[in-house]
């Protein structure tokens, strides 16, 4: 993880000030993190957000070690881990039977070969990020404003995920590829 919070700041000033950040306050935040959401992808998941937006905040760092920068990393890591627990919350007390997916009228086809294709062999074939996007458009009925929100993406970039996990499962289910999750 150092490697990549490292990749993300240019100055050397700010690589030193990142360095000496990381190694004082990466320890807690796993720690803070963890005790919200007790699943460690979860946990890689918030502490990597956390270090993205404490680096867009980097200037409003000037100390390492005072109370002020405690609070702030605190802070940051509590609201991630937080949003990241209601969304994962949200996510399971919406989830609907797979059989309810497979039933969406956008994976009906008139193809008799296809018939018998389990579409959670599609879904899992195809990359994460883009069968996230379809389980929340389809399963969960979520409009494309509400999945940028939560996503943290633009509306755009939610309708191009969509887009695009469509056209994975329709490759998928014709020609059987296999895609990386």
């Known amino acids: ?4 919070v490292m990749a993300m700041v240019d100055s050397p000033d700010d690589k030193d000030k990142v360095k000496k950040l990381y190694n004082k306050y990466n320890k807690l935040m796993l720690y803070v993190s963890n005790g919200i959401l007790h699943n460690p992808a979860d946990v890689e998941d918030a502490v990597m957000t956390a270090w993205e937006r404490i680096l867009k905040n980097l200037n409003k760092i000037s100390e390492i070690s005072c109370p002020e920068t405690k609070s702030f990393i605190v802070t ?3 609201r991630i881990s937080i949003d ?3 969304k994962n919350t949200r996510i399971r007390d919406k989830e609907a039977p797979i059989d309810a997916f497979e ?6 086809t008139a193809d008799k070969e296809m018939e018998g294709v389990e579409i959670r062999d599609a879904i899992n074939r195809i990359p994460k990020v883009y069968a996230e996007a379809l389980l929340l458009y389809y399963l969960n009925d979520m409009t494309m404003k509400e999945m940028s929100e939560m996503l943290e993406i633009s ?5 191009k995920r969509v887009q695009r996990g469509r056209a994975l499962i329709k490759q998928s289910l014709e020609g059987g590829v296999d895609h990386d999750r």
């Open 1 to 4: 993880m150092f490697c990549m």
């Open 76 to 78: 940051v890591i509590e």
């Open 84 to 86: 990241l627990y209601r």
């Open 103 to 108: 039933d969406s009228p956008f994976f009906a």
């Open 155 to 159: 509306e755009d970039a939610v309708s």
